[in-house]
């Protein structure tokens, strides 16, 4: 599934030949992508207007349209946004949404599996409530500090990857950056967020922004089905210094990886870096 790195990769390469450009139509051929509303509901608000701005929340897009009209879109677990210049008439398979520009050019919604979604909705304040129901501190911004970390973390019982996965805690931390943080920590996933040190939040909050960065210098990770608006791969899958590497050296102390289970996820830690707590 697509990080926030991911995320704002696609946001990053799609921004400069979006912004300032006008939708001159807007089709959805699968109407379980906006569910409950229907295609013609979004093709209705969106039609004509300019874009202003491509944003990102966590892991969704937001492009922000003239008078406060805003397109919130999750890409989930396929899904990709794919960037068609002008003139290109090639086909592409599992198109969910067409957007068309005012100079020729396509945008589209692709996803083999469909979960993919997306809404409109009218006004700043209606944006940002959306967004502060299901997500809490943005990690590369300014408000993700360590004594944020510290308050966010205290007193909970949940194992620390969980706590990384929850959305509403820290929005864009997926399954790979989880565990990339949580290696650079020193970290045990299972260990119990409340318990950590001073020392160990202030740890994890350096090393969440560093893998996040991580992977937003190698352009995201291509271990599925993630491509660039182009079509490129991004190369972070590469550089992973735990995730998915399970019986390879540990790159800091040569101990092998391991694989286990955390928050219902597969998880990669080394057993001597990062210490198991006790009765986990
Ligand atoms: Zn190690």
Redesign the pocket.
């Known amino acids: 599934m697509p990080e926030l790195p991911e995320v704002e990769t696609i946001r990053g390469k799609l921004a400069p030949h979006l912004q300032g450009r006008r939708i001159a139509a807007f089709e959805v051929p699968d109407a379980r992508w906006c569910e409950p509303a229907a295609p013609g509901e979004l093709a209705d608000a969106l039609a004509g207007r300019r874009i202003e701005r491509v944003g990102r929340r966590g892991k969704y897009f937001d492009f922000e349209l003239a008078g406060e009209v805003h397109l919130v879109m999750h890409l989930r677990m396929t899904g990709n946004l794919l960037y068609v210049p002008p003139g290109d008439d090639a086909e592409r398979p599992y198109v969910r949404v067409r957007i068309a520009l005012d100079d020729g050019a396509t945008v589209l919604f692709t996803d083999p599996r469909r979960f993919g979604t997306g809404l409109v909705l009218l006004g700043d304040a209606a944006r940002d409530a959306y967004f502060d129901a299901r997500l809490g501190v943005e990690p590369l911004g300014p408000d993700f500090t360590p004594a944020a970390l510290r308050e966010l973390a205290r007193g909970r019982r949940a194992p620390v990857k969980a706590f990384l996965l929850s959305q509403e805690r820290i929005a864009g931390v997926g399954n790979i950056y989880a565990d990339e943080a949580l290696?650079r920590a020193?970290i045990h996933p299972l260990r119990p967020v409340g318990t950590l040190r001073a020392a160990q939040i202030e740890a994890l909050h350096g090393a969440v922004v560093e893998s996040l960065q991580a992977g937003i210098d190698a352009r995201g990770a291509s271990i599925d089905d993630f491509r660039h608006p182009d079509g490129a791969r991004g190369s972070f899958q590469d550089r992973f210094l735990?995730h998915r590497r399970e019986g390879e050296?540990?790159?800091?102390?040569?101990?092998t990886?391991v694989k286990l289970r955390a928050a219902g996820r597969g998880t990669y830690v080394?057993?001597?870096?990062?210490r198991r707590p006790r009765g986990a």
């Not at 050296?249 to 101990?255: E, L, Q, S, Y």
């Not at 080394?270 to 990062?274: A, I, T």
């Open positions: 290696f020193r735990v050296p540990c790159p800091r102390c040569g101990a990886v080394c057993p001597r870096c990062q």
